[in-house]
T-cell receptor, first 117, second 109 residues
Framework: GAGVSQSPSNKVTEKGKDVELRCDPI?????LYWYRQRLGQGLEFLIY????????KSGLPSDRFSAERTGESVSTLTIQRTQQEDSAVYLC???????????????FGPGTRLTVL | GENVEQHPSTLSVQEGDSAVIKCTYS??????FPWYKQELGKRPQLIID?????GEKKDQRIAVTLNKTAKHFSLHITETQPEDSAVYFC????????FGKGTMLLVSP
């Protein structure tokens, strides 16, 4: 079946502009995660959605970052007034979380490479 | 929150040798520890994971060990092959994952 997809694959923007990144999780996956990966670095957790529960926003680096998810489907990550330090690959992942096992494998999308000039 | 440290940052081995990557974590509530492999320009992919009720897990040439008391876990790759060359990330957590900074493994023929 289809895996996690993200769009666009690449985004170049000018400093100060807003950008919106999209993630389509695997159908039926109730959990969705956003990460940021700077060049040569590890994955930095940004936000976590689980079903209809309030999202865990503890990883968002500033109030310029926000994310939404409609039900258990598509999610969008919005970065307002982009800065050069926002340049990174933004990865989305989804998993089939269950009540008895809060953790299951996270399947990653291909990422969106954001470049802020 | 959770803090995951990973060592070494780079590891070079000869084909056929073993490779070991070590991670420590800080939050005793963490109960899930996956390892991901990321090839250049590609997405991370799970290679093995372990839960806190298990001390060791093996899958062919790959094994992971977990010491809950010491809060550390390790990835062992035996009989390394050039195609094992990649960046490996450990992670730990409960409802969310904290990732280590990665280990670049280079296997020379």
């Amino acid at each position: 079946g289809a895996g996690v997809s993200q769009s666009p694959s690449n985004k170049v923007t000018e400093k100060g502009k807003d950008v919106e990144l999209r993630c389509d999780p695997i159908s039926g996956h109730t959990a969705l995660y956003w990460y940021r990966q700077r060049l040569g670095q590890g994955l930095e957790f940004l936000i976590y959605f689980q079903g209809n529960s309030a999202p865990d926003k503890s990883g968002l680096p500033s109030d310029r970052f926000s994310a939404e998810r409609t039900g258990e489907s598509v999610s969008t990550l919005t970065i307002q007034r982009t800065q050069q330090e926002d340049s990174a690959v933004y990865l989305c992942a989804s998993s089939l979380a269950s009540s008895g096992s809060p953790y299951n494998e996270q399947f990653f999308g291909p990422g969106t490479r954001l470049t802020v000039l | 929150g959770e803090n995951v440290e990973q060592h070494p940052s780079t590891l070079s081995v000869q084909e056929g040798d073993s490779a070991v990557i070590k991670c420590t974590y800080s939050d005793s509530a963490s109960n899930y520890f996956p390892w991901y492999k990321q090839e250049l320009g590609k997405r991370p992919q799970l290679i093995i994971d372990i839960r806190s009720n298990v001390g060791e897990k093996k899958d062919q040439r790959i094994a992971v060990t977990l010491n809950k008391t010491a809060k550390h876990f390790s990835l062992h790759i035996t009989e390394t092959q050039p195609e094992d060359s990649a960046v490996y990330f450990c992670a730990g957590g409960y409802s969310t994952l904290t990732f280590g900074k990665g280990t670049m493994l280079l296997v020379s023929p």
